[in-house]
Every structure is written in C-alpha cells, then in structure tokens.
C-alpha cells in the first residue's frame, strides 16, 4: 500500500513557476505509476501527468506540456510535478495518485490511492 501526501502549492503569479512534491509511504512505491490530476471549483478532476515506475516514460495532458515536467525518484519515495510558465487557468487543487501498475494512466479510475490535495493558485 502507497499512501501518497502532497505538498508545495502556493500562490503564484502568472508566468511564474511552482515544484509540487509528492511524498508516498509504502516499502512498495518502485512498484508503482504515479499521477497528478487537478480540480478547479466547479469542474471534474482532470488528468496533468504520469509517469512510469522506472521513471522513462511520462505523459502530460495538452494543457500542460511543455510547461509542466514529472519525475521521480525511487530512493526516496517522492514524485514531483515542476509547474513553469503558469496561467491563471492552472488554478486548482493539485492530487497526487498511486497506481498499482507499472505504466501511467490518464485516467482517475486506474489510480488506487490518492493524496489530500494541494492547493495552487495563479494569479493576472
């Protein structure tokens, strides 16, 4: 079991940039695919990025790519999601998810744990 914990969101302005870290507990986390996903008031949860349990292949939503860049590091348990170049549309709350798989999804319902959130705000 991955129990995943979010942290570094904040308050931005818009072109600037934010690191979200995402620590998971679990002796097992190198087995799995981690994601971001995002909800802004009003809106479903959307996919952001994922990444695969060895770390070389990530996928990004086309909202974000080339702007926002996920890694990982298996030696200590932590995934992090770079966010540059921010608009006031990536205004959300920001959930870290565990897949129990060896590739990343876009979709939420292949993800089998999931953090609290984070908060991001971009401001005009």
């Known amino acids: 079991q991955v129990q995943p914990v979010e942290s570094g969101g904040g308050l931005v302005q818009a072109g600037g940039s934010l690191r979200l870290s995402c620590a998971a507990s679990g002796r097992t986390f190198s087995d799995h695919a981690m994601g971001w996903f995002r909800q802004a008031p009003g809106k479903e949860r959307e996919f952001v990025a994922a990444?695969?349990?060895?770390?070389?292949?990530?996928y990004y939503a086309d909202s974000v790519k080339g702007r926002f860049t996920i890694s990982r590091d298996n030696t200590k348990n932590m995934v992090y999601l770079q966010m540059n170049s921010l608009k006031p549309e990536d205004t959300a709350v920001y959930y870290c998810?565990?897949?129990?798989?060896?590739?990343?999804?876009?979709?939420?319902?292949?993800?089998?744990?999931w953090g609290q959130g984070t908060q991001v705000t971009v401001s005009s």
């Open positions: 998810a565990a897949r129990r798989r060896p590739d990343g999804s876009s979709r939420l319902s292949d993800y089998d744990y």
């Open positions: 990444i695969s349990v060895d770390g070389y292949r990530a």
